[in-house]
């Protein structure tokens, strides 16, 4: 049994990280990164062409941290394959030692660096979860008996801070009955929010994992709010970061006023 699904089978507070696989074929600085946090981690996410962008594989990634004792989660998307490449990268998956999933339909490649490029969506993230549990089940999609069957642990998205959260209610419920064991949120800000969609949802008694990304500045925030769909930054963090940032260079410019009183040595 995989320690994420063992984790949240046992209701323990858990904690995952992400990692964005490169655009290129030199993972060292990947790996060390997430060597780093791995033994603060239940598992690591591995993103799959986020964004559409074009990067090496997150199977290639989640197969590298296999071979490193770490647990990866694959994640998935529909958006560059059909039913065919999707169940058979489920199958590759658990042939590799990955066993948690995360499957999601993908942003449009218009949205990426291949704006040519033409999407799949031969499934949704409901359907592959259906698909892939149906292969947990030992049949394909179209009914054939498997040779050996996976015993994936499956999860889906939600996003709380949708502009229509009954509609993301919905989707869960379909989402739950496709067969996913847990979700990963998009990034969390709006705390009431948060409690609010979370008390809406409590009778599925299906584990949810909060999402959270650091943000640098009031720049990075304002960016993800115009950009990052399902994401909402409040103003007040906003405002709390700018006047950090103000706080900050005040600082710096006093003390290179007070530098100036030091003798300099050559």
Not at 8 to 28: C, N, Q, R, S, Y
Not at 110 to 139: C, F, M, R, T
Not at 177 to 200: C, H, I, K, L, W
Not at 247 to 257: E, N
Request: glycine content about 6%.
């Amino acid at each position: 049994m995989s320690t994420l699904k063992h984790a949240l089978e046992e209701a323990v507070f858990v904690v995952t990280g992400e990692v964005g696989p490169p655009k290129g074929v030199d993972l060292e600085e990947c790996l060390d990164s997430i060597e780093k946090i791995a033994g603060h981690v239940a598992a690591v996410n591995v993103t799959d062409l986020q964004s559409a962008v074009m990067r090496i594989g997150s199977l290639a990634v989640c197969a590298k941290l296999v071979e490193r004792g770490i647990e990866p989660v694959f994640q998935l998307t529909c958006r560059d394959r059909n039913r065919l490449a999707l169940q058979s990268d489920l199958l590759s998956a658990w042939s590799l030692g990955i066993e948690n999933v995360l499957c999601i339909t993908g942003d449009h490649p218009v949205l990426g660096d291949h704006i040519e490029a033409k999407p799949v969506y031969d499934l949704d993230s409901v359907q592959l979860l259906k698909a892939a549990s149906s292969l947990n089940n030992g049949l394909d999609m179209t009914g054939h008996e498997l040779e050996g069957k996976p015993e994936l642990f499956l999860g889906a998205v939600v996003t709380p801070e949708a502009d229509i959260p009954e509609l993301q209610i919905l989707k869960m419920e379909k989402k739950i009955e496709a067969g996913a064991q847990f979700f990963q949120t998009q990034a969390v800000y709006d705390v009431p929010q948060f409690e609010s969609f979370m008390n809406r949802v409590q009778g599925f008694n299906v584990p949810v994992l909060a999402g959270l990304v650091v943000l640098k500045s009031s720049g990075m925030a304002r960016y993800m709010n115009e950009n990052v769909a399902g994401v909402k930054v409040p103003e007040s963090i906003i405002q709390v970061l700018f006047l950090t940032l103000i706080q900050l260079l005040h600082i710096s410019i006093d003390r290179i006023i007070s530098d100036k009183d030091l003798p300099v040595t050559q």
